[in-house]
């Protein structure tokens, strides 16, 4: 869901409403790529502010 390209209400389907932003997704990686994901394998990690929750 990108807001420039739809309705702010959709923002309302989303766990913490809000959007995420590529700053979330950034940080996501950065932890996989650290210490953090050291024994993270095989996973499928979803950012999206808890829209398929």
Do not use: F, K, W
Request: aromatic share 4%; with cysteine.
């Amino acid at each position: 869901m990108n807001p420039a390209d739809g309705p702010d209400e959709e923002r309302a389907y989303t766990a913490l409403n809000r959007y995420c932003t590529p700053q979330d997704i950034a940080a996501t990686v950065a932890h996989l790529a650290g210490e953090g994901g050291r024994n993270i394998t095989g996973a499928s990690i979803t950012v999206d502010a808890g829209t398929t929750a």
